[in-house]
């Protein structure tokens, strides 16, 4: 099929709210799905919103792999996951702050917090409605594809901006960003 170009932040496509998905199990999509998970695949991400290709639909696909799988129940490794027309239900809690990137913001990372627990409903790539209790880093996968479908980006959920940074820098001094979060 094809690689997509991926829209880097400034593209206005990232900022307006994705319209829903008329007919699941058109062509089209199955073919648009096709070519985000060659496009994902190729960029080495976890996840990919329609918005990041220009296509300002309700869609995303998402994995989990084993090495960011938590293990506890609803996080554990899940393969390649087609959500088409999402709802999201973020269980009552403390959000929580991990590490997150984007490959519309290439080669930074920031701290940022999420709700630990989410029920997810949408139609999968056969046109199926499903259901999907999902935690941990599942959850935060989800919840940063679905913001694309707002014209949310993750510098938008940082409750600091100093929590962001170049992935080297990060890299170099993860701990003292994490101890000063918690001074913040």
């Known amino acids: 099929m094809a690689l997509l170009k991926l829209a880097r ?3 206005p496509v990232l900022f ?9 199990a058109a062509p089209e999509i199955a073919r648009l799905l096709h ?24 869609l995303f696909i998402y994995r989990v792999p084993e090495s960011r799988a938590g293990g506890g129940e609803h996080d554990g490794p899940r393969g390649l996951s087609a959500v088409i027309n999402p709802e999201l239900v973020l ?20 701290l940022v917090p999420r709700a630990a627990r989410l029920t997810l ?30 014209g949310i980006l993750y510098p938008q959920r940082l409750r600091d901006p100093r929590l962001m940074g170049f992935n080297e820098e990060v890299a170099r001094f993860r701990d003292e960003i994490a101890r000063a979060a918690g001074e913040l």
């Open 9 to 11: 932040l400034g593209h």
């Open 16 to 24: 307006a709210k994705a319209e829903p998905v008329a007919d699941p």
């Open 35 to 58: 070519d985000m998970a060659e496009t994902l695949a190729d960029a080495g991400g976890v996840g990919l919103a329609a918005p990041q290709v220009h296509v300002p639909l309700r």
């Open 91 to 110: 269980h009552p809690g403390e959000p929580v702050e991990d590490w997150e990137g984007c490959l519309s913001i290439p080669g930074m990372s920031a």
């Open 121 to 150: 409903r949408a139609i999968d790539a056969t046109g199926a409605p499903f259901s999907r209790e999902a935690a941990g880093f599942h959850a935060r996968v989800i919840q940063h594809e679905a913001d694309h479908l707002d």
